[in-house]
């Protein structure tokens, strides 16, 4: 005698795929409150800075940067 088992098919909505902990979500509310702060005090800074900043952040080499923005000296940028 074979017992024919039942199973069913459970799908789940993408709402359930991810429930994060609350450590996690306290982590992510706290990344997006430092991106904010930084892009606020970013939009402050004059144009040649945010250039100099930007292309740091890209890696350009400093004195890349230097001849880029037309600085005497790498140490200036």
């Not at 990344?31 to 004059?46: C, H, I, P, S, T």
């Amino acid at each position: 005698m074979h017992k024919k088992s039942a199973t069913a098919e459970v799908t789940l909505t993408e709402d359930a795929k991810y429930i994060p902990d609350d450590s996690s979500l306290e982590e992510d509310l706290m990344n997006v409150e430092q991106g904010k702060l930084f892009w606020r005090a970013f939009r402050q800074l004059g144009e040649d800075c945010q250039k100099v900043l930007e292309l740091f952040f890209q890696k350009v080499p400093m004195e890349a940067i230097a001849t880029q923005m037309g600085f005497g000296s790498e140490g200036y940028a």
